[in-house]
């Protein structure tokens, strides 16, 4: 079985208008959420092997923080460019070239990719992956090319808002 956790970045911070959005930060709330679910991914204990981010700020700094509370080494992120406002084939290709001995992967980026990926791969049929919200994806298959909507056999969704 293969794990796939979609995670959109934390709450980011437009205060500062000349800054370029691959470099806005995250706001304290996106800073405070990140921990918050991240730490009930914890108790869910469905730890990725590897996470792979978006080199935006504010995907990366979510990553970081996930990857403290889930106690896994920094040097297991993976920074990809092609994950930076990208669509669901960019995306895809970016799963698909996970190694198949990797069973739980978990990935950082933005919307409105992020959500249309959740809608393409799962039947949670949501309207927006809210920022810091995890979908996690359970796939009856072996391999990475081949999940699927029809291989899906448990999802769940977590935000901070979610009791």
Avoid: Q
């Avoid at 930060?25 to 792979?52: M, S």
């Avoid at 309207?127 to 909507?149: C, H, M, Q, R, Y």
């Amino acid at each position: 079985m293969k794990t796939l956790m979609i995670v959109r970045h934390g709450k980011s911070d437009w205060e500062f208008h000349s800054v370029k959005d691959i470099d806005r930060t995250l706001k304290e709330r996106g800073i405070n959420d990140g921990y918050f679910v991240a730490n009930k991914i914890l108790k869910k204990g469905v730890i990725p092997e590897i996470i792979i981010s978006s080199t935006a700020n504010r995907a990366f700094h979510t990553a970081l923080i996930f990857s403290r509370v889930l106690g896994i080494k920094s040097a297991s992120i993976i920074a990809d460019e092609s994950l930076y406002l990208s669509d669901v084939d960019e995306i895809l290709s970016v799963i698909y070239a996970c190694d198949d001995s990797l069973d739980r992967v978990m990935i950082f980026g933005h919307n409105p990719g992020f959500t249309e990926l959740t809608n393409y791969l799962s039947h949670l049929n949501i309207s927006n992956l809210p920022t810091t919200g995890v979908a996690t994806l359970v796939f009856d298959t072996d391999s990475w090319t081949e999940i699927s909507k029809s291989k899906v056999i448990n999802e769940d969704i977590e935000y901070p808002g979610r009791a």
